[in-house]
């Protein structure tokens, strides 16, 4: 079935400038210079689309390959180019891969690229600029094989400009309308053959050999190819025709595709195994290939001598292997790009070659293709150099079973290609291949197969990136376990596992258990690794990240200081783990209290992160979001917001409203707000965060109690002190069961809810619950940290109202000088305090 989508056009009678389009996808193929008839189809297509008409065409023989479905849709394409500013090709049979396809469009539509941000997040962006039609309304999509509505719908955008989708899967008429393609009429057949074989064929004999071809294009395409490649007569030829069509009825299952087309597929291949017999060989490979374009450079490699001994010979003779690949273009059984380097095989070509073997023998082609796609040395996949060369070949991974291999080459290939989906931000895809491999290796090889413990581990590393915690949780303790009864403790594998799991502890808010489990993790790595390896300094990171996590700042300001050090003299870290270490410094910075030196290293970092990523690089991103948090402690309010909504609109387009790190910059985004006086504006950001937290992370992570924190403190500002008492309480009484009442985010919590008993008038609680909290924000961050000061500033309030008017005047005057002295005069919370006013604190969650 041709399909094809057509949307409402927002030009309405604006006239339709004529001229190329701005966008032409390098993916569409060349005009075929033979193609013949369809006019009225074609007519009939444009007509719906002028008419606003929402259309699909479908094919009237359900299923049927070789009827021309695509060759249709590039001849619209190019004879309707000037319709449209931006017309781009989608191969659509491996669902998985269209979002790489549309994240490829990303950079034509003023989009970052996929390297920034991801390909799922890229694509998703780009189907926003496709329905807004930002910064083209004219455009033109095309889904070539989209067979699975269910797979590939939700990718379709629905915008003001036309989409074309061809399938075989009748199931689109219930999604959308349909229009038939059906085989050449007569007329058609005899017009295409004259094109193709001779323009002196007689049209009686031109008839004859259409009829017995059924009018099927493909059909047609192969016979005209072997006459004339081959100079046969039409009747020499249908005489042969009858030999391999008796030997076709005589098969005990007939196949999905008509007879004449299976015979006429048996003639080419017997002439091509005349002119060179190892092309058979060959070809019955590509079978095993994915429908999509073979780098002819997988073939330099060769097999294994047992595996195929003709094949070997053919693949160790460059001219031999050239001239096998010229004949099968010639015999139109494959099609040749010279500039690409590549051949592609359509997909009834490859049904009837699989459907000629017997089931050993399909196995042993299979095993050989999985042995080529291995051969070849990629290069590291999370070197972005080496991702043009893995992307060539992911698209057949799927049809070639490559999850059903039991040979350790090509599993090591098919991690590698895991690697490569995830690190060039394909996460979705990336998960849905490991998974494949996981179910099919564990069956075959069993749980302590290594290859299934490295699955498992890339699986919870993808699992964690998309924010799947709990589930990563359970893959990663399993596989750690596993791997240190298999392998040891201090095995390779064991060791990046264990980093993994202190992650999923992280994730799950259990800060405690996670520095103790990554202080033995370091251990392991100091023992194993060099002391400026990569994987050591990812280690203490981790762990850097776990003090934080737990209060104990100034020790994770030293091990964030010794990674950055450390990492700013290799030349071989690559520029994300860079920025990664960079921004986790200015941030502890930051929570050290000293915030004019965050904000220094944090622009610094930024500016390193816009130079050399991406402004929309994840990174650098969040390397953003801590500035933004950085100058708003640091007073600089006006420079706060305006980064602080641009990261987070950043990451609600490119990551969704549900991400974590959305989540965070949606935060961050509600606490300026009410910093700078936008009180309802905020406390409407944060009641829509604090509702989407426990999605995440769960009811009672500490991030959840956290910003519930910052709700409450938004209902005392807006005058509902008693609101803020309740949710104050509930939050505190769980931070306190979760972290104990030591911990920063509780002593937050805590003298926020002393503010909250002061304005409700109940001053002999607020003054215990403020003496408490002072005293141990002292002992815990220091007697000069901002929440100390803060704490001794808020004390001499409830003191003044209790009667205490020396006590609070002395409290206050040397908090004040204290201020002064560490923020200087003019800092906000200086003149506040200065003022007799109580100060507010709330909380940012940092990233796990």
Not at 277 to 299: Q, Y
Request: aromatic share 8%; hydrophobic share 40%.
């Amino acid at each position: 079935m041709l399909r094809c989508c057509y949307h409402r056009s927002v030009t309405g009678s604006r006239a339709v400038a004529r001229g190329l389009p701005e966008v032409w996808g390098e993916k569409i193929p060349p005009r075929n210079k033979n193609f013949t008839g369809r006019d009225g189809l074609l007519e009939q297509l444009r007509a719906g689309i002028a008419a606003d008409v929402t259309a699909v065409v479908p094919h009237a023989l359900h299923g049927m390959g070789g009827v021309g479905k695509t060759q249709v849709a590039v001849e619209y394409a190019w004879r309707y180019q000037a319709e449209y500013d931006l017309v781009w090709w989608i191969s659509a049979d491996q669902a998985l891969l269209v979002p790489a396809a549309l994240a490829a469009l990303a950079p034509r539509l003023n989009l970052p690229p996929a390297k920034a941000v991801g390909i799922d997040d890229t694509a998703a962006a780009v189907l926003h600029a496709l329905r807004r039609g930002d910064p083209y309304d004219r455009w033109l999509l095309i889904f070539d094989n989209a067979d699975r509505p269910e797979d590939i719908n939700q990718l379709i955008p629905r915008g003001p400009g036309h989409v074309l989708i061809t399938s075989r899967n009748q199931e689109w008429r219930s999604v959308v309308e349909t229009v038939p393609v059906d085989v050449f009429t007569h007329g058609e057949s005899v017009q295409f053959l004259h094109k193709r074989v001779s323009s002196t064929l007689r049209e009686v004999d031109a008839r004859r050999l259409a009829d017995e071809l059924g009018h099927l294009p493909l059909a047609l395409e192969q016979a005209g190819a072997l006459q004339a490649e081959a100079g046969m007569s039409v009747d020499e030829y249908l005489q042969q025709l009858a030999k391999h069509m008796s030997d076709t009825l005589q098969m005990p299952k007939p196949l999905d595709y008509p007879r004449s087309m299976t015979a006429a597929w048996r003639l080419s291949v017997s002439q091509l195994e005349q002119q060179l017999t190892e092309a058979v060989e060959l070809m019955r490979c590509c079978a095993f290939f994915g429908p999509e374009p073979i780098p002819v450079d997988v073939f330099r490699w060769g097999v294994d001598e047992h595996l195929a001994p003709g094949l070997q010979q053919l693949l160790d003779n460059p001219l031999l292997r050239s001239k096998a690949i010229r004949l099968i273009g010639r015999y139109a059984l494959a099609k040749l790009d010279p500039e690409t380097r590549t051949l592609q095989v359509h997909r009834l070509i490859q049904a009837l070659l699989r459907a000629d073997l017997s089931e050993d023998e399909q196995d042993r082609y299979r095993e050989i293709v999985h042995v080529l796609l291995a051969s070849p040395a990629l290069g590291d996949p999370d070197d972005e150099a080496n991702w043009p060369r893995y992307a060539e070949l992911v698209q057949h991974i799927v049809p070639s079973d490559v999850a059903g291999t039991r040979d350790p080459r090509v599993r090591e290939f098919a991690l590698n290609m895991v690697r490569y989906l995830y690190a060039s931000g394909q996460h979705q895809t990336s998960r849905a291949f490991v998974e494949s491999f996981l179910q099919q290796w564990t069956k075959g090889s069993g749980p302590d197969d290594p290859h299934v413990i490295d699955a498992q581990a890339q699986l919870g590393k993808v699992l964690r990136v998309l924010g799947d915690y709990p589930k990563a949780f359970e893959i990663d303790r399993a596989a750690l376990e596993r791997a240190r009864r298999v392998f040891g403790p201090q095995h390779e594998k064991s060791l990046f596992l264990s980093q993994g799991f202190g992650g999923d502890l992280r994730a799950m808010g259990d800060f405690v258990e996670a520095r103790d489990h990554d202080e033995q993790v370091l251990q392991g790595h100091e023992t194993f690794y060099a002391t400026d390896h990569i994987e050591l300094l990812h280690a203490k990171n981790n762990l850097a990240l776990d003090y934080a996590l737990v209060s104990h700042y100034q020790r994770a300001r030293a091990v964030h200081e010794n990674v950055f050090t450390i990492s700013s003299r290799k030349s071989d870290v690559s520029k994300v783990s860079h920025l990664l270490f960079w921004g986790n410094l200015a941030r502890v910075v930051r929570l050290c209290g000293d915030y004019e030196d965050a904000c220094d290293l944090g622009e610094d970092a930024y500016a390193f992160g816009v130079q050399e990523l991406d402004v929309e690089h994840w990174v650098t991103l969040r390397t953003g979001k801590d500035l933004s948090i950085a100058l708003r402690r640091a007073g600089r309010y006006d420079e706060a917001i305006e980064l602080a909504q641009d990261v987070y609109e950043r990451y609600a387009r490119l990551l969704g409203p549900d991400h974590p790190d959305t989540l965070a910059a949606a935060m961050n985004h509600a606490n300026t707000l009410r910093t700078t006086g936008q009180i309802n504006e905020a406390f409407e950001r944060a009641l829509d965060t604090m509702n989407r937290y426990p999605q995440v992370y769960g009811e009672e992570h500490p991030y959840n109690r956290g910003c519930a924190g910052n709700l409450a403190l938004l209902h005392r500002v807006r005058g509902d002190a008693e609101s803020a008492r309740r949710l104050n309480e509930q939050c505190l009484a769980a931070l306190d069961s979760r972290l104990s009442r030591d911990h920063h985010y509780a002593l937050v919590i805590a003298i926020n809810l002393a503010s909250d008993l002061t304005a409700l008038g109940e001053l002999d609680a607020a003054q215990s619950l403020s003496e408490d909290t002072m005293n141990r924000s002292r002992k815990l961050l220091g007697a000069i940290h901002p929440l100390t000061l803060g704490c001794s500033a808020n004390l001499s309030v409830v003191l003044r109202r209790t009667g205490a008017e020396e006590k609070a005047e002395e409290l206050l005057s040397r908090t004040v000088k204290q201020f002064t002295e560490v923020r200087g005069s003019q800092h906000p919370d200086t003149v506040v305090a200065g003022e007799g006013r109580q100060l507010d604190f709330d909380f940012d969650p940092p990233p796990i």
